[in-house]
């Protein structure tokens, strides 16, 4: 017999990949018919983010790298570059998870948002030194503040519609760890 809390983990790994996969389904459509149209939040990070940090079991590393890398390919940017830097991230959050169960939300979405702004930064950097072409910093910025704000929205129906919440405290093993 398969243990319900195994079974639960492979349920929103599963859920993970599907929502990843509808976004890069309709981010490749060829809908954008018009210029100057403004770039939208990146949701599979900012989903990745929320779910880190609420259950940091329900997204493994090699989870998110393959992903993270398989977008790389996707929207033909350089390969492993953004991954790396968002496995880095998530694995930063993942090890403060367990300080910020008690934080309030908006402390939540401080330190989120020093970490996707870090991330962008960091990334303009390594393709600024080995001269890669990068999209325009006003783009760039636009996307980030878009990710940030997003933030909320998601949490939110991250909570309302799949049933993700902050780990409470008997829900952790004498470890730590959840269960």
């Keep these: 017999m398969v243990d319900p809390i195994t079974s639960r983990?492979?349920?929103?790994?599963?859920?993970f990949l599907a929502i990843s996969g509808v976004i890069v389904f309709f981010q490749l459509l060829p809908l954008d018919l018009t210029a100057g149209r403004w770039p939208g939040p990146d949701l599979t990070v900012v989903f990745a983010f929320a779910w880190v940090l609420r259950r940091p079991d329900f997204i493994p590393v090699a989870l998110a790298a393959v992903?993270?890398?398989a977008?790389?390919?996707?929207?033909m940017r350089p390969p492993g570059l953004w991954a790396g830097l968002i496995v880095l991230g998530l694995?930063?959050?993942?090890?403060?998870?367990?300080?910020?169960?008690d934080l309030p939300?908006?402390?939540e979405w401080a330190m989120v948002s020093g970490v996707l702004v870090a991330l962008t930064l960091a990334a303009r950097l390594v393709q600024m030194i080995f001269v890669v072409g990068q999209p325009s910093f006003g783009l760039v910025t636009l996307q980030l503040a878009a990710?940030?704000?997003?933030?909320p929205i998601v949490v939110s129906a991250s909570r309302m519609i799949f049933g993700i919440r902050k780990i409470a405290p008997g829900e952790v093993d004498q470890l730590g760890h959840p269960l």
Excluded: A, K, N, T
């Excluded at 983990?9 to 859920?15: D, M």
């Excluded at 977008?71 to 929207?75: E, G, K, P, S, T």
């Excluded at 694995?91 to 169960?101: I, K, Y």
């Design 9 to 15: 983990r492979w349920l929103y790994r599963l859920l």
């Design 71 to 75: 977008m790389d390919f996707l929207f």
């Design 147 to 151: 990710s940030i704000l997003s933030y």
């Design 105 to 107: 939300f908006l402390v």
């Design 91 to 101: 694995e930063f959050l993942r090890s403060r998870e367990p300080q910020s169960r």
């Design 67 to 69: 992903v993270f890398l």
